[in-house]
């Protein structure tokens, strides 16, 4: 079983409807992210949370909101979707008790398409 | 504006030579920097990281390089293998902990 899962793998929806990709980690780390993929732009961080209490905006939240429904659940919505949120998106974890810096492990991605 | 960038988009290569990707960043404050490895249809798996105390890493055939000085990196892999064929993103953090990423590299191991 995959440590990070995503849902659904892939999406197509209309603009105007209000989306929600969830995101389930069972590697007991505190830290969850969300990123979006864009041909020719890498990853671009969305929103982050480093605990249950803690939610952060990234580099371009607008258009989105987030909500941690316990350590291991992290969903990302799209109140009202646009052709211009059409990308894949990826959900991430990283475990602070090792200390300082690690690596980010990442789900295998929600492809979504917004007519 | 992007602070960390890959200024090659792809790489073709023949099996069993070196494969060197490069990446730049701006951000002086930056001071871990990882390389992950990208099928298709999969999420971005880690490949190797470095600190900035270091400036070089080794895991198997990968070694990261880092110079701080002109704030550049690169992933040295060797020998290519056909399975080493897939997107390879540079990303860079500093305190906070958030990763930026670069636009990768799309790399082709030619039997």
């Known amino acids: 079983d995959a440590d990070v899962t995503q849902t659904p793998r892939n999406r197509i929806t209309k603009t105007g409807k209000r989306i929600m990709l969830e995101c389930s980690q069972t590697?007991?780390?505190?830290?969850m992210y969300w990123y979006r993929q864009d041909p020719g732009l890498g990853l671009r961080l969305i929103y982050y949370s480093f605990d249950v209490k803690d939610i952060n905006k990234g580099e371009i939240s607008d258009g989105y909101s987030v909500s941690r429904q316990a350590q291991a659940k992290f969903s990302l919505s799209l109140e009202s979707a646009i052709p211009n949120q059409t990308a894949l998106y990826f959900c991430?974890?990283?475990?602070?008790?090792?200390?300082?810096?690690?690596?980010?492990?990442f789900g295998d991605g929600t492809r979504l398409s917004i007519l | 504006d992007q602070q960390v960038k890959q200024n090659s988009p792809s790489l073709s290569v023949q099996e069993g030579r070196i494969s060197i990707l490069n990446c730049d960043y701006t951000?002086?404050?930056?001071?871990?920097f990882l390389w992950y490895k990208k099928y298709p249809a999969e999420g971005p798996t880690f490949l190797i990281s470095?600190?900035?105390?270091?400036d070089k890493n080794e895991d198997g055939r990968f070694t990261v390089f880092l110079n701080k000085s002109a704030k550049h990196l690169s992933l040295h892999i060797v020998p290519s293998q056909p399975g080493d064929s897939a997107v390879y993103f540079c990303a860079a953090s500093a305190y906070d902990y958030k990763l930026s990423f670069g636009a990768g590299t799309t790399v082709t191991v030619r039997a």
């Open positions: 470095i600190s900035s105390i270091k």
């Open positions: 951000n002086s404050m930056f001071d871990y």
């Open positions: 590697k007991g780390h505190d830290r």
């Open positions: 991430a974890t990283s475990d602070p008790s090792a200390g300082g810096n690690q690596p980010q492990h």
